[in-house]
């Protein structure tokens, strides 16, 4: 009897979790469809789910219209780029947060965090004009530093509560066995922060990735990224849903296939610590 | 060679101090064990000599060389830590390595020891594990192989034992003391657990809050301990204090006699009381008398087994050349 209520609840919690997976990916498989749709089946009421035309005729269409191969390339520098470098000053910070902490040490990581609360658009019309006033407006090195600024703070933060979890009797140890601090971060710190160094570059990368506030509001065309590639074809007038579609998906697809591999090392580093 | 020598050594952490000014000395090849209550400042004390902690003031030297100032990895000390503190990424043989791969030995050498340390700790066939796949007591035995290839001047251990169950903590103890013999170095051990201090030591350092109550040899502060902390610190069960009128008797404030130093009668003796808890453990009973004035509960510790229980009435007699007497300070008179 208890074992048939149970195994009622599984299915039923099988159930549930399906179609909460199935109605948060839903806009995403919508789009994917509708970018094989003929602009006319796009719009069509009642809509056409599976059943039409199958056509790669948006692809080739925005391919031919605008430079795809440009607009990735200056996502991935931009994504990896202000991931690389909030890394490289994030973990200096993390580890002397976690390893030498001071008085005030909780109430930086609040403070930094604050920066998150605010806004962004609030901060809007000064950086703007900075970038105006340094000439770095449709710039690659200034949306790679404004980005890294934007999400040090989580980088910080995730660092940190990896570093806290490592204990300090083994960096102890090592400081016995004769390592120099080189050696204590080289041989003993990094191998073992790894899964969650590892988790804060794809978040972050994806974070950056997905950026599009500054991302469309500081560049025009040298520096535009895949955001700047949707959203001009995410136009008031004319029925482009298809091609607005296409664009969408060869926007998200790497990031969809890189998320996809990486689920598992990104699991494993939001877990870190929780399991030993 | 392991001669530490602690001067004046003093520890405080802004305005708390935790050891006022304190002199030491630790003689070349002895074993020496730090034992107090939790928070006495062993654990501190044995930081300080490893390094781990700055000294607030006063010297620390090693084989008479100032060593105060010397980063832990200079002072040719090696320490076992309580979590053993492996390091999880690497095999054993990577992790007893890791100090000679530090100090740059070459390869031939390296593995020489870490063979030797193996053969002797009984991991030869554990060298390719990684810490995660091994139980604690093998955990144990890598942390101290790790530190044995180093040769160093001095073994620090910070309560090593403390994570193992009853019956590997006994094992483990004998290992250790078979060590040391064998080695012959210097050992600085520190324990909340004064069964541990009491089998291991040549030399017990007994402290509380920071201060140094007593050292000398397991017996000598068993025989003479130097006032009322120790005295009940030392030995298990510990010592019965007895206050007021019995004290008075023996122009003392506090007298003090073992439990083992008491005999038992149901017909006649000093002090008559009735049995609360018994405890047979067979080889042994413990009696706890309530009953008694100025102590309460009397510990009873009699060999063997006797059919003493709840509620029955016995006398007990202390036996009248081991009563330690101490003064209003606490302090022993002799």
Same mark, same amino acid.
């Given at each position: 009897?208890?074992?048939?209520?149970?195994?009622?609840?599984?299915?039923?919690?099988?159930?549930?979790?399906?179609?909460?997976?199935?109605?948060?990916?839903?806009?995403?498989?919508?789009?994917?469809?509708?970018?094989?749709?003929?602009?006319?089946?796009?719009?069509?009421?009642?809509?056409?789910?599976?059943?039409? !035309?199958?056509?790669?005729?948006?692809?080739?269409?925005?391919?031919?219209?605008?430079?795809?191969?440009?607009?990735?390339?200056?996502?991935?520098?931009?994504?990896?780029?202000?991931?690389?470098?909030?890394?490289?000053?994030?973990?200096?910070?993390?580890?002397?947060?976690?390893?030498?902490?001071?008085?005030?040490?909780? !109430?930086?990581?609040?403070?930094?965090?604050?920066?998150?609360?605010?806004?962004?658009?609030?901060?809007?019309?000064?950086?703007?004009?900075?970038?105006?006033?340094?000439?770095?407006? !449709?710039?690659?090195?200034?949306?790679?530093?404004?980005?890294?600024?934007?999400?040090?703070?989580?980088?910080?933060?995730?660092?940190?509560?990896?570093?806290?979890?490592?204990?300090?009797?083994?960096?102890?140890?090592?400081?016995?066995?004769?390592?120099?601090?080189?050696?204590?971060?080289?041989?003993?710190?990094?191998?073992?922060?790894?899964?969650?160094?590892?988790?804060?570059?794809?978040?972050?990368?994806?974070?950056?990735?997905?950026?599009?506030?500054?991302?469309?509001?500081?560049?025009?065309?040298?520096?535009?990224?895949?955001?700047?590639?949707?959203?001009?074809?995410?136009?008031?007038?004319?029925?482009?849903?298809?091609?607005?579609?296409?664009?969408?998906?060869?926007?998200?697809?790497?990031?969809?296939?890189?998320?996809?591999?990486?689920?598992?090392?990104?699991?494993?580093?939001?877990?870190?610590?929780?399991?030993? | 060679?392991?001669?530490?020598?602690?001067?004046?050594?003093?520890?405080?952490?802004?305005?708390?101090?935790?050891?006022?000014?304190?002199?030491?000395?630790?003689?070349?090849?002895?074993?020496?064990?730090?034992?107090?209550?939790?928070?006495?400042?062993?654990?501190?004390?044995?930081?300080?000599?490893?390094?781990?902690?700055?000294?607030?003031?006063?010297?620390?030297?090693?084989?008479?060389?100032?060593?105060?100032?010397?980063?832990?990895?200079?002072?040719?000390?090696?320490?076992?830590?309580?979590?053993?503190?492996?390091?999880?990424?690497?095999?054993? =043989?990577?992790?007893?390595?890791?100090?000679? =791969?530090?100090?740059?030995?070459?390869?031939?050498?390296?593995?020489?020891?870490?063979?030797?340390?193996?053969?002797?700790?009984?991991?030869?066939?554990?060298?390719?594990?990684?810490?995660?796949?091994?139980?604690?007591?093998?955990?144990?035995?890598?942390?101290?192989?790790?530190?044995?290839?180093?040769?160093?001047?001095?073994?620090?251990?910070?309560?090593?034992?403390?994570?193992?169950?009853?019956?590997?903590?006994?094992?483990?103890?004998?290992?250790?003391?078979?060590?040391?013999?064998?080695?012959?170095?210097?050992?600085?051990?520190?324990?909340?657990?004064?069964?541990?201090?009491?089998?291991?030591?040549?030399?017990?350092?007994?402290?509380?809050?920071?201060?140094?109550?007593?050292?000398?040899?397991?017996?000598?502060?068993?025989?003479?301990?130097?006032?009322?902390?120790?005295?009940?610190?030392?030995?298990?069960? =510990?010592?019965?204090?007895?206050?007021?009128?019995?004290?008075?008797?023996?122009?003392?404030?506090?007298?003090?006699?073992?439990?083992?130093?008491?005999?038992?009668?149901?017909?006649?003796?000093?002090?008559?009381?009735?049995?609360?808890?018994?405890? $047979?453990?067979?080889?042994?009973?413990?009696?706890?008398?309530?009953?008694?004035?100025?102590?309460?509960?009397?510990?009873?510790?009699?060999?063997?087994?006797?059919?003493?229980? $709840?509620?029955?009435?016995?006398?007990?007699?202390?036996?009248?050349?081991?009563?330690?007497?101490?003064?209003?300070?606490?302090?022993?008179?002799?």
């Amino acid at each position: 009897m208890a074992r048939a209520v149970t195994s009622q609840r599984k299915a039923l919690n099988t159930v549930v979790a399906w179609s909460i997976g199935l109605l948060i990916f839903f806009p995403i498989l919508w789009t994917i469809l509708t970018s094989f749709k003929s602009e006319a089946e796009a719009i069509a009421n009642p809509p056409v789910f599976m059943f039409f !035309d199958w056509t790669l005729e948006n692809y080739s269409v925005v391919l031919e219209r605008s430079n795809y191969m440009r607009f990735l390339t200056n996502s991935v520098i931009i994504a990896g780029g202000s991931t690389l470098l909030g890394v490289l000053i994030a973990v200096p910070a993390a580890w002397s947060m976690a390893f030498v902490p001071s008085r005030r040490t909780k !109430d930086i990581l609040l403070w930094m965090l604050s920066t998150k609360m605010l806004p962004a658009v609030g901060v809007l019309y000064p950086i703007y004009l900075l970038c105006i006033r340094l000439g770095v407006l !449709d710039n690659r090195a200034a949306l790679v530093v404004i980005l890294m600024l934007i999400n040090l703070p989580i980088i910080v933060w995730m660092l940190y509560t990896y570093f806290r979890e490592i204990p300090g009797e083994i960096l102890e140890a090592a400081r016995m066995d004769g390592a120099t601090l080189k050696d204590e971060i080289l041989y003993v710190l990094t191998p073992m922060a790894i899964p969650g160094i590892a988790s804060t570059l794809l978040l972050n990368f994806i974070l950056a990735w997905n950026e599009a506030f500054w991302t469309l509001n500081l560049t025009s065309v040298d520096a535009a990224p895949l955001t700047a590639f949707i959203a001009s074809y995410s136009s008031p007038e004319g029925l482009f849903f298809a091609k607005l579609s296409a664009a969408s998906t060869m926007a998200i697809a790497p990031i969809l296939i890189l998320g996809w591999f990486s689920q598992k090392q990104l699991v494993r580093g939001l877990t870190f610590g929780a399991v030993k | 060679m392991g001669r530490i020598q602690l001067k004046q050594v003093k520890k405080a952490f802004g305005d708390v101090v935790v050891i006022p000014p304190l002199d030491l000395e630790i003689v070349d090849g002895e074993f020496v064990v730090f034992v107090g209550p939790s928070g006495c400042g062993k654990s501190t004390l044995l930081r300080l000599i490893a390094g781990l902690e700055d000294t607030t003031s006063g010297v620390i030297e090693i084989d008479g060389e100032d060593a105060t100032a010397l980063p832990p990895a200079k002072r040719r000390l090696a320490m076992v830590f309580q979590s053993y503190a492996l390091y999880p990424h690497m095999t054993v =043989r990577k992790n007893i390595a890791f100090p000679l =791969r530090m100090a740059k030995m070459d390869q031939a050498e390296q593995d020489r020891r870490i063979e030797a340390a193996a053969k002797a700790l009984n991991l030869t066939d554990y060298l390719h594990r990684r810490p995660g796949q091994l139980s604690g007591g093998q955990r144990q035995r890598v942390a101290i192989g790790r530190a044995i290839v180093r040769e160093p001047a001095a073994f620090l251990f910070d309560e090593p034992l403390s994570n193992l169950d009853a019956a590997l903590r006994v094992g483990m103890r004998m290992e250790i003391s078979e060590l040391h013999k064998k080695l012959k170095t210097t050992m600085v051990y520190v324990t909340h657990d004064q069964v541990e201090a009491m089998t291991m030591a040549d030399k017990i350092v007994v402290l509380q809050a920071g201060v140094i109550e007593q050292v000398g040899s397991p017996l000598d502060l068993y025989h003479t301990p130097r006032n009322k902390f120790v005295a009940g610190f030392i030995g298990s069960p =510990r010592m019965n204090l007895v206050e007021g009128t019995e004290a008075a008797k023996h122009n003392a404030t506090t007298i003090g006699v073992r439990p083992e130093h008491i005999d038992i009668s149901t017909t006649e003796g000093l002090w008559q009381g009735t049995v609360g808890v018994a405890e $047979h453990l067979g080889s042994d009973t413990f009696l706890h008398v309530h009953g008694v004035p100025g102590c309460d509960p009397v510990t009873v510790r009699i060999a063997g087994d006797v059919a003493l229980n $709840h509620g029955d009435t016995v006398h007990l007699t202390p036996r009248a050349d081991q009563i330690h007497k101490f003064d209003a300070q606490g302090l022993r008179i002799s």
